[in-house]
């Protein structure tokens, strides 16, 4: 079992920039990949970024050149800087990971609000 705990939401304007952080703990030997969704009100839910072990990585085309995903596996930890943000950035955002047994996992979300 993996349990996943985000930090780092918050109020921005726009513009700004904000850090998320997103740390794995439990019995598990290996999660991967290990990303973030975001979730706006009254749509699905997306991918904004995922990565494998810190080397491959995968951005949503909306936030290319603005956001970048990194890892510390030896902490088990992803990390989400999000620079340049825009308002329709806001969005409850989602950490993700995936176990060996390719069991999915998410965290409980972090609130996101970018104002204009």
């Known amino acids: 079992q993996v349990q996943l705990v985000e930090s780092g939401g918050g109020l921005v304007q726009a513009g700004g920039s904000l850090r998320l952080s997103c740390a794995a703990s439990g019995i598990f030997f290996s999660i991967n990949p290990m990303g973030w969704y975001r979730q706006a009100p009254g749509k699905q839910r997306e991918l904004v970024a995922t990565t494998t072990t810190g080397v491959s990585t995968n951005y949503a085309d909306s936030v290319k050149g603005r956001f970048t995903i990194s890892r510390d596996n030896a902490k088990n930890t992803v990390y989400l800087q999000m620079n340049s943000l825009k308002p329709e950035d806001t969005a409850v955002y989602y950490c993700?990971?995936?176990?060996?047994?390719?069991?999915?996992?998410w965290g409980q979300g972090t609130q996101v609000t970018v104002s204009s």
């Open positions: 993700y990971a995936r176990d060996n047994q390719f069991r999915d996992y």
